[in-house]
């Protein structure tokens, strides 16, 4: 199969009330790992990169890589940008061809927010490709995006069903207690709220921030109309944890085809629970 888009995927999750997993895709290994995590639990996946991933593999390697992951698949693989910092980015990404973008003007003021996101939609509805946008502000660390845990902002319902209506994203990633990055303890997510945002919304909700927390938590989440869930500090601790035990055993080894196998195998895994975690 080609790269397909996430629209089908997510309406589809959101109506039988289950989620796709979204794992960042950051080299050729971690792709493989969840292309075959994928495969051996039978889900669609989206991979997904920020900016700085792709100008770290080079768009054309990153784009044939995810070609080639979509087309030797045995599931549906989407493309999507994590977290597009402007206009420019998402448009470098959508001509180069990724299935599904997300243009996150949360740090503006609403109005500011409103108008790029829109301006956004304008250009990827018409070649059809789905749009994800934020309103509030998750807490934590994302590559170079860095948001005080205390000055994160909760995500307000009305304010949330005005944003999708005026700017006719496809999915929405309130902030309702997660955060990128590690957790210290397991965050306090506010159940009511995203139930009132999906009230306001009824458009698929993203769940950001998803590494540590709790399986009962995100089924919950799930459960109220969460479609698709973001993976990522997880899989790069995991495979940082194998090479650097793998060559704590073996000091000596300087053969990539080798050293990657037991990280590969391990994010393999990974990605199978996680998905495994998604079925409602
Ligand atoms: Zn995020």
Do not use: W
């Not at 990404?93 to 108008?115: E, H, Q």
């Not at 994302?142 to 209506?165: H, K, N, Q, S, Y």
């Not at 919304?201 to 590494?211: E, I, K, N, Y």
């Amino acid at each position: 199969m080609t790269l397909v888009t996430t629209k089908e995927m997510l309406k589809d999750a959101y109506a039988n009330r289950y989620a796709i997993g979204a794992f960042g895709a950051h080299n050729l290994e971690i792709i493989k790992a969840i292309i075959a995590g994928a495969e051996s639990v039978g889900a669609p996946v989206i991979l997904q990169t920020t900016s700085s991933t792709y100008k770290y593999v080079g768009m054309p390697y990153m784009m044939a890589m995810a070609k080639a992951a979509a087309e030797q698949a045995s599931v549906p693989v989407a493309l999507h940008l994590d977290h597009g910092e402007s206009f420019d980015t998402v448009m470098k990404c959508l001509r180069a061809g990724y299935t599904s973008v997300m243009i996150d003007g949360s740090t503006l003021p609403f109005d500011d927010n409103v108008k790029i996101v829109k301006r956004v939609v304008e250009a990827a509805a018409p070649i059809g490709i789905p749009v994800e946008a934020e309103l509030g502000t998750i807490g934590g660390v994302e590559d170079d995006l860095i948001v005080d845990e205390r000055l994160a902002m909760f995500t307000d319902p009305e304010m949330a069903g005005r944003f999708v209506r005026e700017t006719g994203i496809d999915s929405l990633a309130p902030a309702f207690g997660t955060a990128h990055g590690a957790y210290k303890k397991e965050p306090d997510l506010q159940f009511d709220l995203l139930k009132e945002i999906r009230e306001a919304t009824d458009v698929p909700l993203v769940m950001h921030g998803a590494s540590g927390v709790s399986e009962e938590s995100v089924k919950r989440a799930i459960g109220i109309g969460v479609a698709k869930v973001n993976f990522s500090t997880e899989l790069k601790d995991l495979f940082a944890e194998q090479l650097r035990r793998f060559f704590l055993e073996h000091p000596t080894e300087n053969d990539p085809r080798k050293y990657f196998l037991p990280a590969r195998e391990a994010v393999i895994k990974l990605v199978e629970k996680k998905i495994g975690m998604l079925q409602g």
